[in-house]
């Protein structure tokens, strides 16, 4: 059974950092394109940053420059870096990995973050 775990999220003022992580289980890691998603209240889902089996990497504008997504495959583990943190970031953060071959997803269970003073 496929199964991913969060971590990491939490309160933080604004400017500072936190880092998420995703662990997963019951698959082959290395050969899911990974992203992490977030959405606020009123908001529709928007992608944050995506990492494909191959190594590609992608940001939303929104976030590029301040926000890093690695992955360590060895660990079946994904991160999330987010550093310079502003209100506008609060959202419920969540991990989906998708098999880089087939059509098929997997989310996690979601992460509050909130940036606040």
């Known amino acids: 059974q496929v199964q991913l775990v969060e971590s990491g999220g939490g309160l933080v003022q604004p400017g500072g950092s936190l880092r998420l992580s995703c662990s997963a289980s019951g698959v082959i890691f290395s050969i899911y394109d990974v992203g992490w998603y977030r959405q606020a209240p009123g908001n529709a889902r928007e992608l944050v940053a995506a990492?494909?089996?191959?190594?590609?990497?992608d940001y939303a504008d929104s976030v590029k420059g301040r926000f890093t997504i690695s992955r360590d495959n060895a660990k079946n583990t994904m991160y999330l870096q987010m550093n310079s943190l502003k209100p506008e970031d609060t959202a419920v953060y969540s991990c989906?990995?998708?098999?880089?071959?087939?059509?098929?997803?997997?989310w996690g269970q979601g992460t509050q973050v909130t940036v606040s003073s």
């Open positions: 990492n494909t089996a191959a190594g590609s990497l």
């Open positions: 989906k990995i998708k098999h880089s071959w087939y059509d098929v997803n997997y």
